[in-house]
């Protein structure tokens, strides 16, 4: 087993928060989780609450706070990350990609920690380039609805580079494209969870627009493994992680009904303001970098995710 590390993981009750607290504790570290539990639930992490090595505490990051001890790393997580949520959440996740990132920088600083930060592929905006890579700069509307969460990430970033040039923080960035699986919840308002539980049950699929914007669909196990590669690399560049298959809304609605054997059809809104007509990673750099591309199948990942909706609707 590796050396044993004190980590920090913000947001650490929330959908992947919570999925990297569990890999984490597997590799034998100390796993402090905190998460003021604005969109994150202690449920997430109650099957860890009996393991000596994890400690869940409440706690706003973009309030001042800090952690007795050594520490080893902080991966920042936390952040409203659905658009329902950020639109619900709108200062809050302005304070959390600007404080919040802020708070953790200087603690990284001070304990000598490495810093991860969860940036999103939302900072490409409605992108005018496909694939998107590392060096596009993005086409992002600073004062549409969408704006709260998207600058809060580059503001992050920005910040981020700047700890890393000036302050000498060993500071990484990863892009995380869309991704996910069992934790998400019911009414997260992201595209795979809205068609899972309108399609278990019986429900219209919502569809904005005409379906042929494209989204590319990853695995939450791979996108753990590909931040636990970033976390222990040397890069400290910004790194895409994400399924590179791409596919339109349509086509993933067609899967979704398919696999559940739903009796659903399609319903159509219209298209939301600056939702991105494309959305395609490109991986090059993981691979090359880190080693990293995803495993999982996209019906494979599906159906871990059907099995988790299905017995969450059974349990409400």
């Excluded at 969408?146 to 700047?162: I, N, P, W």
Aim: hydrophobic share 35%; with cysteine; glycine share 8%.
């Amino acid at each position: 087993m590796a050396e044993s590390k004190n980590i920090l993981v913000t947001g650490g009750a929330g959908f992947l928060g919570s999925h990297l607290c569990e890999r984490l504790l597997s590799g034998g570290h100390q796993v402090t989780a905190l998460d003021n539990f604005l969109t994150g639930s202690p449920d997430n992490v109650e099957h860890l609450k009996g393991n000596t090595r994890f400690k869940l505490v409440k706690q706003d990051v973009s309030k001042p706070f800090d952690h007795a001890g050594p520490l080893a790393a902080i991966l920042h997580m936390a952040s409203p990350a659905s658009p329902p949520d950020y639109m619900r959440y709108p200062i809050e996740t302005l304070d959390v990609g600007s404080l919040g990132t802020r708070n953790c920088l200087e603690l990284a600083y001070k304990k000598k920690a490495v810093f991860l930060m969860a940036s999103t592929s939302e900072i490409y905006g409605d992108p005018l380039e496909r694939p998107q890579a590392e060096s596009y700069w993005g086409n992002v509307n600073s004062v549409g609805p969408r704006s709260v969460y998207d600058e809060a990430k580059r503001f992050s970033e920005a910040l981020t580079m700047a700890y890393y040039r000036y302050k000498q923080v060993d500071a990484k960035i990863i892009r995380i494209f869309n991704t996910y699986g069992p934790r998400m919840g019911v009414e997260d308002g992201r595209v795979i969870p809205n068609f899972i539980t309108q399609a278990l049950l019986n429900k219209p699929l919502t569809v904005y627009g005409d379906g042929s914007q494209t989204r590319s669909y990853c695995y939450v196990a791979d996108l753990v493994d590909g931040i636990e590669k970033m976390l222990w690399s040397k890069l400290n560049e910004p790194v895409n992680l994400g399924n590179s298959n791409e596919m339109t809304v349509l086509q993933l609605a067609d899967v979704i009904i398919q696999m559940t054997g739903s009796k659903s059809t399609i319903e159509r809104h219209p298209l939301p303001p600056d939702d991105p007509k494309v959305r395609c990673p490109d991986i090059t750099r993981a691979q090359r970098e880190l080693g990293w591309e995803p495993r999982v199948g996209l019906e494979e990942g599906l159906g871990q995710a059907i099995s988790y909706f299905r017995s969450q609707l059974l349990n409400k």
